[in-house]
């Protein structure tokens, strides 16, 4: 595609519910990178892909958080068990080249 | 170590003003400090980007101003436009072997400019 593709746009979900995001990279991007924006604050890193391995993953914040890459393509976020505090908005990055990061428009997730 | 810290947290500009977004680090091993555009709804987008081996980079009416050994680098917009309002990031990563080349976020800086 054109760009780095993010889905769903908006996801409203109870507390307590296990949700799944999905990030569509550049093709042939191999860099993959989750970030989370919290309204007002800047972007934290949760998550490193190169490929389908994910060389650091020091930025989760808890083990209800969970990702994987396949096909060197499409990544999924799953965070499991939402709490409100996890209400975000969920970015995601892909990159071939370093300092040449483009962002996708974010998943924004409302935990009730 | 790892914080990037970013003020003003707010700015207004009139039109035609000059805005200033300061930045500062503490790791010297960061070696790429790009800024970032982000409007409400969007993904932030690369603006401007410099490596510490230069002391400034301009590209249209954007500047980065780079201190090393203050460790602080800034953004200049020259001649704010209307359509410059959005929210700007700094950020800094180090390339080289082990490093993953992840940025590290400044907390951000909401600019409006005035018409």
């Known amino acids: 595609g054109a760009g780095v593709s993010q889905s769903p746009s908006n996801k409203v979900t109870e507390k307590g519910k296990d949700v799944e995001l999905r990030c569509d990279p550049i093709s042939g991007h191999t860099a993959l990178y989750w970030y989370r924006q919290s309204l007002g604050q800047g972007l934290e890193f949760l998550i490193y892909f190169q490929g389908n391995s994910a060389p650091d993953k020091s930025g989760l914040p808890s083990d209800r958080f969970s990702a994987e890459r396949t096909g060197g393509s499409v990544s999924t976020l799953t965070i499991q068990r939402t709490q409100q505090e996890d209400s975000a908005v969920y970015l995601c990055?892909?990159?071939?080249?370093?300092?040449?990061?483009?962002f996708g428009p974010g998943t924004r997730l409302t935990v009730l | 170590q790892q914080q990037v810290k970013q003020s003003p947290q707010s700015l207004i500009v009139q039109k035609g003003g000059i805005s200033i977004i300061n930045c500062a680090y503490e790791n010297t091993a960061f070696d790429y400090f790009p800024w970032y555009q982000q409007f409400p709804g969007k993904g932030p987008a690369l603006l401007i980007a410099?490596?510490?081996?230069?002391s400034e980079k301009k590209e249209g009416r954007f500047t980065i101003s780079f201190n090393k050994s203050a460790k602080q680098f800034s953004l200049h917009i020259m001649d704010s436009q209307p359509g410059d309002s959005a929210t700007y990031f700094c950020?800094?990563?180090?390339?080289?072997?082990?490093?993953?080349?992840?940025?590290?976020f400044g907390q951000g800086t909401t600019l409006q400019v005035k018409p």
């Open positions: 410099i490596r510490p081996d230069v």
């Open positions: 990055a892909s990159s071939l080249v370093a300092g040449a990061w483009f």
């Open positions: 950020a800094a990563s180090m390339s080289g072997s082990g490093n993953t080349g992840k940025l590290i």
